[in-house]
Nanobody, 122 residues
Framework: HVQLVESGGVSVPPGGSMTLSCTPS????????MGWFRQAPGKQREGVAA????????FYADSVKGRFTISQDNAKNTVTLQMNSLKPEDTAVYSC????????????????WGQGTQVTVS
């Protein structure tokens, strides 16, 4: 059973901030790599941020480095994406994601996504 539930999507003005949260359950509670992807109209889904849940190392898409921060709260079993200095081009559906079982923490190995939450920057 794989379930990823996102919350926190809203509409914000350029330069604003927003936090997205992900609550995994089932299989995802045992993964060692969680992340956030986004997909805008006319564009392919792209990886935004990822975290090794064991150790806490992170990596980001070049387009969001310095503006977005991914973190985890093991006590709450949640993964959070803090988005600052938002730009109109950040507008997309953001989905929490995890890698396929037994794979390394790399963009191409993510295989499970939540239903997503809309973030609109305008």
């Amino acid at each position: 059973h794989v379930q990823l539930v996102e919350s926190g999507g809203v509409s914000v003005p350029p330069g604003g901030s927003m936090t997205l949260s992900c609550t995994p359950s089932g299989y995802t509670t045992r993964t060692n790599c969680m992340g956030w992807f986004r997909q805008a109209p006319g564009k392919q889904r792209e990886g935004v941020a990822a975290i090794y849940t064991i150790g806490g190392n992170t990596f980001y898409a070049d387009s969001v480095k310095g503006r977005f921060t991914i973190s985890q709260d093991n006590a709450k079993n949640t993964v959070t994406l803090q988005m600052n200095s938002l730009k109109p081009e950040d507008t997309a559906v953001y989905s929490c994601a995890t890698v396929l079982q037994g794979t390394l923490c790399r963009w191409e190995n993510f295989g499970y996504w939540g239903q997503g939450t809309q973030v609109t920057v305008s």
